[in-house]
C-alpha cells in the first residue's frame, strides 16, 4: 500500500513505525493532561470565548500556505506563539492540540498514529519550551515594539527548528523509511528557518497591532501569559478567523510544503507502509474525515476550502468549549467533595 507521507507541515503515518507513533502518543497525552490541570488551576483567568476564536483563528491560519522563493517549496504558520502570548504556554498547548486533532481526525491533516507527534513538534517546542525561555526574556527584557519583533521572531525560528529536527529524529527512530539521517536534516532546517522568519514578523505584526490599539494590554505581563487575556479583542480574532478560513485560504500556494519538500530532495524513494496498524489508522482517517484534504468529495474546489476552513474553525471552537465544560464540571465536583 503506497500512502501519500504528507499533508501540510504535519507527519503522517507513512513515516513512522508503531512503536514511534504509540510512544509519542503516550508522551502527547500526557504532556496534554498536565497542561490541562495547570490550565484548570487558574481556570478563572482562562478567557473561554476568546481561547475558541483563536483556536479557529490558528486553524484557518494554518490552511494558507506562502511560497518561499527560490526553493519550489511553501510553508504556513504554526501559531503556538501567538497563542500563547495571548492565552499563557499551558492554555496555548490545549488550544493547539485541539487545532491539530480536529484536523487529522475531521480533515485527514496528518496521521491519526502521527497525532502524538505533531502535537509533541508543533505544540510542546513553541508553547512549552520557545515561549517561556525564548519570547518572555526578551519581550519583557526589551519593552518595545522592536523587542516584541525580535523575541516572536527569535521564539518562532527556535521552536521550528527543533520541530523540524525533531521529525528527522521520529523518522530515524523509526527506521521505516529511506531517508538519510544527515540528508534529511540538511533538508529540514534550513527550509523552515525561512518558514520562522515569516511566522516571527506575522506574530510580532498582531501583537504590535493590539498594542497599537489597547495599549493597556501590554502594561504588563501576567501569570496567564504575556498580554492580559481577559482585555483582548474577541472581534479582532473572530474577524481574522472568518476572513483567513472563508477566504485568505483560497490564497495558499500549492507548492510542496517545508516537509514533503524536503523528503522528495532526499530521496526519489517511495514511501510504503503494510502494517495493520498503519491500515487500521488510515481506515479510521477515512471514516472520520468530513471534508478530506479541506475539499469536498467530489474534488477540489474554492468552495470546499472555504467551508473547509470556516467548518473546521468551528469545530475547534466547539472542541475548546467542550474541555471547559469538563473543567469546570471537574472543579465542581472538586468542590463538592
Not at 93 to 104: P, T
Not at 136 to 147: D, M, Q, V
Not at 222 to 241: C, E, N, T, Y
Request: charged residues 10%; glycine residues 10%.
Amino acid at each position: 500500500m503506497i500512502v501519500n507521507p504528507i499533508m501540510a507541515m504535519h507527519m503522517a503515518d507513512a513515516l513512522l513505525s508503531v512503536r514511534t507513533a504509540l510512544i509519542m502518543l503516550a508522551v502527547s497525552a500526557g504532556l496534554l493532561l498536565f497542561a490541562s490541570r495547570k490550565t484548570s488551576e487558574n481556570f478563572d483567568n482562562f478567557n473561554v470565548p476568546l481561547a475558541g476564536v483563536m483556536g479557529a483563528f490558528v486553524f484557518a491560519a494554518q490552511m494558507i500556505n506562502f511560497a518561499i522563493p527560490m526553493t519550489g517549496s511553501s510553508g504556513h504558520i504554526a501559531g503556538g506563539i501567538l497563542l500563547a502570548a495571548i492565552l499563557g504556554a499551558y492554555p496555548a498547548f490545549v488550544v493547539l492540540s485541539c487545532v491539530l486533532i480536529v484536523q487529522a481526525f475531521f480533515f485527514a491533516d496528518g496521521g491519526v498514529l502521527a497525532l502524538g507527534c505533531n502535537i509533541f513538534n508543533m505544540a510542546f517546542f513553541s508553547c512549552l519550551v520557545a515561549y517561556p525561555l525564548v519570547f518572555l526574556p526578551i519581550a519583557r527584557r526589551f519593552k518595545s515594539r522592536t523587542g516584541l519583533t525580535v523575541a516572536a521572531v527569535a521564539a518562532c525560528v527556535v521552536s521550528l527548528q527543533l520541530g523540524a529536527f525533531a521529525v528527522v529524529l521520529e523518522t530515524l527512530c523509526s527506521d521505516i523509511t529511506e531517508l538519510p539521517f544527515g540528508t534529511f536534516a540538511a533538508f529540514m532546517l534550513p527550509i523552515h528557518l525561512p518558514i520562522g522568519l515569516v511566522e516571527g514578523l506575522a506574530t510580532a505584526a498582531v501583537l504590535s497591532l493590539l498594542k497599537d490599539a489597547r495599549p493597556s494590554l501590554f502594561a504588563d505581563g501576567s501569570k496567564a501569559g504575556f498580554v492580559p487575556a481577559r482585555k483582548v479583542s474577541f472581534g479582532f480574532f473572530l474577524i481574522a478567523a472568518l476572513l483567513a478560513g472563508a477566504g485568505f485560504s483560497q490564497l495558499a500556494s500549492e507548492k510542496p510544503d517545508g516537509l514533503e519538500w524536503s523528503i522528495a530532495e532526499t530521496s526519489n524513494a517511495e514511501i510504503r507502509t503494510d502494517s495493520p496498524a498503519h491500515s487500521f489508522g488510515k481506515d479510521l482517517a477515512e471514516k472520520t474525515a468530513i471534508l478530506p484534504d479541506y475539499s469536498f468529495s467530489d474534488g477540489e474546489s474554492a468552495a470546499g476550502t472555504s467551508v473547509s476552513g470556516l467548518v473546521g474553525g468551528g469545530l475547534t471552537a466547539l472542541a475548546l468549549l467542550a474541555f471547559s465544560r469538563i473543567v469546570k464540571t471537574a472543579r465542581g465536583s472538586e468542590r463538592a467533595g
